[in-house]
């Protein structure tokens, strides 16, 4: 590993990230969604309705893309199509009871890793308190990024 800590801390966050991300996923296959589904489920689950445009931009994806996303997330029912009351012309995607469901059921999974993780931990306190400043800063500086 390289002796920049700046690298090793990029290098140990995407590990993780992407270790705790597989874990929540597996939950999928039960479902029979997949991972770019899934993003627009999550990013309706915790940003709220949306228009298609923005889960577009969000997601950097094209609009037909999150179309197609969203068209066989609705056939599945995991979402939902609706004028905006603001504007008629625009639709507002929004997740239904079942599409919450997977995003609980994956959450969960991913709780129970963090468990096992968290039993096995020394200085459980200060790590969780690591976790707490490195996620303020990061916010602080979403802005500047």
């Given at each position: 590993m390289?002796?920049?800590?700046?690298?090793?801390?990029?290098?140990?966050?995407?590990?993780?990230?992407?270790?705790?991300?597989?874990?929540?996923?597996?939950?999928?296959k039960e479902f029979n969604i997949s991972p770019a589904q899934f993003d627009v489920l999550q990013t309706v689950y915790f940003k709220g309705p949306k228009m298609l445009s923005?889960?577009?931009?969000?997601?950097?994806?094209?609009?037909?893309?999150?179309?197609?996303?969203?068209?066989?997330?609705?056939?599945?029912g995991y979402l939902v199509r609706e004028k905006s009351k603001k504007d008629k012309r625009v639709y507002v995607v929004q997740i239904t009871q079942e599409g919450t469901?997977?995003?609980?059921?994956?959450?969960?999974?991913?709780v129970k890793l963090m468990e096992k993780v968290y039993e096995k931990l020394g200085?459980?306190?200060?790590?969780?308190?690591?976790?707490?400043?490195?996620?303020?800063?990061?916010?602080?500086?979403?802005g500047e990024i």
């Open positions: 390289e002796n920049n800590p700046s690298i090793q801390m990029e290098k140990l966050i995407r590990e993780i990230c992407s270790k705790v991300k597989s874990e929540g996923r597996k939950v999928l923005d889960i577009s931009k969000r997601l950097g994806v094209t609009k037909s893309t999150t179309t197609g996303l969203i068209r066989r997330l609705e056939i599945a469901n997977i995003i609980e059921n994956v959450i969960k999974n991913r200085e459980k306190e200060r790590s969780i308190e690591i976790l707490n400043e490195i996620n303020k800063i990061l916010n602080e500086k979403r």
